[in-house]
């Protein structure tokens, strides 16, 4: 049972490197269509919050029972502000950018993180994530300060959604909920942004593209609102964080690969070497850098032990 259940866990981040991929390519092809950045958010959480009304009143029963710090955190890790960091980012940066930070340093937080709350990692985990950070660096190197911005921004988003992961997997929330969760809040978040003029909107005013709103509709409400969100929430309860992030890291590869044929970018040299930093670092953190067993005293290894399954 648990190993057919690994099988489809598999196969769910399969589909979702290839959602995540779409999702960064939609976000920086974003500022040359009809939409604002409030109206690509009105998409993501509105259509998902519309369609999911009949299931609103269980999921929220549902999250009564759960910590609210994990549900805070799953709402601001995975909602409006990390989309708003992403679009902002993604607008001052590149597609391979969106595509590469904000997946591949994941690693790097979730390791921050346990490290903070006491967990102990092997010297490999660590060469990874340093190779992830040398990739950053790499990134922020010989650009405006525009770029610079855009970087900081999608570290911020990354550093946001590596929260929103420990919260899933900490959670007993079924992915359905977890769709709720981030499009409802989010959805009303989005509202008042426009309602005192923070974010701007076309639907109003008449200036959107049909075309442009139901491609966006159907992309980032539909594929990305709804089912990416359900396949990740289940890969993250079938394979645990770490399993997820280490398929995750092929994204950037598959983002970057996809940006030059249908955005018409071009590699600068600088990002090619992060995104090589960036991916073979999130392989080897994943891949041979588990956490190290603990010898303290039984109260503190059992406090430390929950502390790393949260992260590994």
Request: aromatic share 8%; glycine share 10%.
């Amino acid at each position: 049972m648990k190993t057919t259940r690994m099988v489809w866990g598999y196969l769910a981040m399969g589909a979702v490197v290839l959602i995540w991929s779409t999702f960064a390519l939609s976000i920086r092809a974003a500022g040359n269509t009809s939409l604002t950045a409030g109206d690509v958010a009105l998409l993501r959480f509105g259509v998902p919050t519309l369609l999911l009304i009949p299931v609103i009143p269980q999921s929220f029963r549902i999250m009564i029972r759960q910590p609210w710090y994990w549900t805070v955190l799953i709402i601001i890790g995975g909602g409006f502000p990390f989309l708003m960091l992403v679009q902002l980012g993604g607008a001052a940066t590149s597609a391979a950018l969106v595509g590469t930070i904000p997946p591949g340093t994941i690693p790097v937080f979730i390791t921050i993180f346990g490290a903070i709350l006491g967990a102990h990692f092997t010297a490999v985990r660590w060469f990874g994530i340093a190779c992830i950070a040398a990739g950053v660096v790499v990134a922020m190197q010989g650009s405006g300060s525009a770029h610079l911005a855009g970087v900081g921004l999608l570290l911020t988003a990354g550093a946001l959604w590596s929260l929103y992961v420990l919260a899933v997997s900490k959670t007993r929330y079924r992915p359905l909920d977890i769709v709720v969760l981030l499009a409802v809040p989010s959805f009303g978040m989005t509202g008042v942004f426009i309602s005192t003029d923070l974010l701007h909107t076309t639907f109003f005013t008449g200036n959107s593209d049909l075309s442009d709103v139901l491609t966006y509709a159907v992309l980032q409400g539909v594929v990305i609102g709804i089912i990416s969100t359900l396949l990740y929430s289940f890969s993250i309860t079938s394979l645990g964080p770490s399993r997820a992030a280490l398929m995750g890291s092929v994204s950037p590869v598959l983002t970057t690969l996809g940006a030059i044929p249908l955005l018409g970018e071009t590699l600068a040299m600088g990002t090619v070497v992060c995104l090589v930093l960036v991916s073979s670092g999130a392989l080897i953190a994943n891949l041979w850098g588990t956490a190290v067993p603990l010898t303290h005293t039984r109260s503190r290894l059992g406090a430390r032990l929950r502390v790393k399954n949260a992260v590994v």
